[in-house]
């Protein structure tokens, strides 16, 4: 459903937030081995050169807006 949407807006906690990739791939690895097996990762609209010139937006959402919640 993330892939759909012209404007996806997302949700977060703060303590779900980590620095980077590699944080973010070892997070993705210990829900993994738990059995949360269903992730997304979208970071805009897509780019492809896959039928000769690049083409911009074909998948995923135009906007991203995301709101972080502190946590208390």
Do not use: C, K, N, W
Request: charged share 20%; proline share 7%.
């Amino acid at each position: 459903m993330s892939l759909y949407p012209e404007r996806h807006v997302i949700v977060v906690a703060a303590s779900d937030v980590v620095p980077d990739m590699p944080a973010a791939f070892d997070r993705l690895a210990e829900e993994f081995d738990a059995g949360l097996d269903s992730q997304v990762l979208a970071t805009g609209p897509s780019a492809t050169g896959d039928m000769g010139s690049l083409v911009r937006g074909v998948h995923g959402p135009q906007e991203v807006h995301v709101a972080i919640l502190e946590d208390r």
